[in-house]
């Protein structure tokens, strides 16, 4: 049984396969338990492995590319319009081949486990970014309701609660500041927990090339530059800068038709949480281009006039995102932009 492309509906405990030679003919349906899988694809040994890029669909890949197999994983969105009649695990493993068997279709690369590993600790950094949030928050509200305001920034915060605990006095109560101090005992936490993520992103970004490599762009940091790294990798699947910026939703959605095009606002595709540094990144560099004399600085001043400080950064992001790719995908350094004399 020469199978061509198996598909695998991946699932917790038991996944559907569904093998077809190249023409597409079903050569083989069946499900099988985890503890299997590997066995059975090592005796089945497709040419080629096709899956929706799930949670568990990088780990696989992994596992399948050390046999020797080669590996395609779709995003699930691609792979929904290729589904017959009626969900089930055995029609969306049809749907997995069919899909992954079309010329033109767009393949998400496997991750590494160091990329991996870097998206894990950005992900528990924002997790713990926004507990903090909602901390303060909490505390701003108690304190509202009791004539004490503070203003939303966490330094700010930080300032003004121990003035307030050491007042004992009017509405103030011992029970209060005890709740208060609990509180900020749980932030103090959370800080200790949020400068341990960002020291292992600056141990990602001092062990790793690529990283230190778009780092040196105005605009991108440690941050920035892990998680790009950690999502992309070298972006070599990537035609071209533009291809990125489209993938990360900073170009503008388009609706046109009868030959007339019609461009809305950034389509807002993709990570939203890549495209929030990036753009983060360029208002950082807005705040300092002014009085600049370098051809980008004098670009973004005539921007700022003509289109307003929230278009020129995220012009300024699409700008990013484009060299990104151009650095990670070939061996070219950044070079900065001349300041002019």
């Avoid at 924002?126 to 203003?151: P, S």
Wanted: proline share 3%.
């Amino acid at each position: 049984m020469d199978i061509d492309i198996l598909g695998i509906d991946l699932a917790k405990r038991v996944f559907q396969l569904h093998g077809a030679d190249r023409r597409g003919h079903l050569l083989y349906s069946s499900k099988v338990m985890r503890t299997e899988l590997l066995s059975v694809v090592r005796k089945l040994s497709p040419h080629i492995i096709a899956m929706e890029a799930c949670s568990s669909a990088h780990h696989w890949g992994r596992c399948f590319q050390e046999m020797g197999i080669e590996v395609r994983l779709i995003s699930p969105q691609y792979v929904s319009p290729f589904v017959k009649t009626n969900k089930n695990d055995a029609n969306d493993a049809a749907a997995i081949v069919e899909a992954a068997s079309r010329p033109t279709m767009r393949f998400v690369p496997v991750k590494s486990v160091e990329q991996q590993d870097m998206r894990a600790v950005h992900r528990v950094r924002e997790l713990l970014l926004h507990q903090r949030t909602a901390l303060i928050n909490q505390v701003r509200g108690l304190l509202g309701e009791r004539g004490v305001i503070i203003a939303q920034t966490p330094a700010a915060f930080k300032r003004a609660l121990p003035e307030i605990l050491a007042k004992c006095e009017g509405e103030m109560t011992r029970t209060c500041q005890a709740i208060l101090t609990e509180l900020l005992e749980q932030m103090r936490v959370l800080e200790e927990r949020i400068a341990r993520t960002n020291k292992w992103i600056s141990a990602f970004m001092k062990s790793s090339a690529l990283c230190q490599k778009i780092a040196a762009i105005d605009g991108v940091g440690p941050i920035t530059a892990t998680a790009m790294v950690a999502a992309v990798g070298e972006a070599k699947e990537f035609k071209n800068g533009r291809h990125l910026s489209a993938w990360l939703g900073l170009v503008p959605r388009q609706y046109s038709s009868g030959g007339k095009s019609r461009l809305q606002g950034i389509s807002k595709r993709g990570d939203t949480y890549l495209r929030t540094l990036l753009i983060h990144g360029a208002r950082t560099v807005l705040r300092y281009a002014i009085g600049k004399a370098d051809s980008r600085s004098r670009w973004l001043q005539e921007l700022i006039a003509r289109r307003g400080h929230n278009r020129a950064a995220v012009a300024l992001a699409n700008k990013n995102a484009r060299v990104i790719q151009a650095l990670l995908s070939n061996s070219d350094s950044y070079r900065p932009p001349i300041v002019a004399c």
